[in-house]
């Protein structure tokens, strides 16, 4: 018997957050506490007033419990992961879907279209307890229990991921198995089929973003760290890191190409125009949604000289729509993503004011940013614009885990900018993202494929 999909999927993982936040914003319901019950944003508040040293093991211990049992893994069924995507969407006709890449940038997009989204990636955490600074001991434990996941599930690859330094406290608890869906799922080709208007175009999110890995096998790599603060050649020159004879996509944002192809398949097959959406890291896409979103709020009568600042998954889509902001998102609180932060204000007509939020897992990890970091940036380069940091006790980042439940505060306080309803067209967001340079001199969509392919 396969494991409830709810059970199998982590519940604080990009892909699951960016997922269950894009649904709420198509269902006009708010996104509080992460999707998580209120109960544990008020936990999570009252226990962020704890000493660290004392708040620390009980967040860990926590997350860890969401491991599933290595001894489950050969009954997880992604094909039932997939369907529980797909089938969380409501019905009805969509006039575009996103696909492929975990993008928060995106999804706040996707969310501004009325338009769902499908991820690549899903998260399996599983228990583990281990040393954080052990990876070698980590892809030994992944080299055994691997195996019982791949032959359950032919059609996905294992992204084994170890990151001591951004997730040294969950991988103290559990073992990261990211899995990417190496054809597309006929969950998804089902809900493509039934859930696309005629002439709807398919937006294919491919992340171009790899890392050098360990091969354990023809479906199965190791990686230590990911995208953020430390660089490859430093996570592979720390002590027991597993010499690299690889290189892969990247476990968390990277797209597998079997997956990509299984997308343009379709679209050819069906009749429905592939518009790619290729970026080099989660980050890409920022400036541009943001240039376009702050067009359209324009459009529809706002006046867009609010910048909302998500990080990570501390954020909420729909919300930031309703009090209409113009979002610029994060993908982790560290300096590549401020930098992006600062070519954004650079690059843009002045804003009033900034709210940025700063997601706190917990780690005193190299080339974080701290509060004092994003106010400054916001001040030197926002051209007079305000800085705020709603939710965050700044003199407790980056352990303040209180702002996962304090983040909805801010958004319930904020008058709906009552702007005319009508969704951003698909035809003006291919021509934007065809058209708006971003940081790295150029746009997301070069070519758009039509359903002859």
Excluded at 336 to 353: C, G, I
Excluded at 382 to 410: E, K, N, V
Aim: charged fraction near 20%; proline fraction near 8%; include cysteine.
């Amino acid at each position: 018997m396969s494991l409830d999909p709810e059970k199998v999927v982590a519940a604080f993982d990009s892909a699951s957050v960016l997922h269950a936040s894009t649904v709420a914003a198509l269902t006009g319901r708010a996104f509080p506490n992460l999707g998580n019950p209120r109960i544990a944003g008020d936990a999570a508040r009252i226990a962020s007033h704890l000493p660290w040293s004392v708040l620390g093991p009980i967040y860990a211990r926590i997350g860890g419990a969401e491991g599933i049992d290595p001894e489950t893994l050969a009954d997880v069924d992604l094909s039932r992961v997939a369907a529980s995507f797909a089938g969380a969407y409501d019905g009805g006709l969509y006039p575009a879907v996103f696909i492929g890449s975990s993008n928060g940038a995106l999804t706040h997009l996707a969310a501004a279209m009325g338009a769902p989204w499908l991820p690549g990636t899903v998260l399996i955490p599983v228990h583990h307890v281990g040393d954080a600074e052990r990876a070698d001991r980590a892809l030994d434990f992944g080299r055994e229990v691997g195996p019982r996941l791949l032959r359950s599930n032919p059609d996905v690859t294992l992204h084994q991921m170890h990151d001591s330094a951004q997730d040294q406290l969950m991988v103290a608890r559990m073992a990261y198995f990211r899995t990417k869906w190496s054809t597309l799922p006929d969950a998804y080709a089902r809900f493509l089929g039934d859930a696309l208007a005629p002439d709807a175009p398919v937006y294919l999110i491919h992340d171009e973003s790899t890392w050098p890995v360990t091969r354990v096998g023809d479906r199965h790599a190791f990686q230590v760290g990911g995208r953020g603060g430390v660089t490859p050649d430093e996570y592979l020159a720390m002590p027991y890191a597993p010499q690299a004879d690889d290189t892969s996509p990247e476990a968390e944002w990277g797209s597998d190409p079997g997956f990509s192809q299984g997308v343009r398949d379709w679209c050819a097959a069906n009749g429905h125009t592939l518009v790619d959406i290729v970026v080099d890291g989660p980050q890409e896409a920022s400036h541009p949604v943001a240039e376009i979103i702050r067009d359209w709020t324009r459009f529809r009568g706002g006046e867009a000289d609010r910048l909302v600042v998500p990080s990570f998954v501390l954020g909420d889509p729909g919300e930031t729509l309703r009090i209409g902001a113009v979002p610029f998102w994060t993908f982790f609180p560290v300096e590549s993503a401020l930098d992006s932060l600062r070519f954004h204000l650079q690059n843009s007509e002045p804003y009033n004011e900034v709210d940025a939020f700063l997601f706190q897992h917990g780690a005193e990890s190299p080339r974080r940013v701290t509060p004092d970091d994003v106010r400054a940036t916001i001040q030197s380069f926002g051209q007079g614009a305000f800085a705020h940091l709603p939710a965050l006790r700044a003199d407790a980042s980056p352990h303040d885990i209180g702002a996962m439940g304090r983040y909805r505060d801010f958004f319930s306080q904020e008058p709906t900018a009552r702007l005319d309803d009508a969704p951003l067209a698909p035809d003006e967001v291919t021509a934007a993202l065809g058209s708006i340079v971003g940081e790295r001199g150029r746009t997301l969509v070069t070519t758009e494929r039509n359903h002859d392919g």
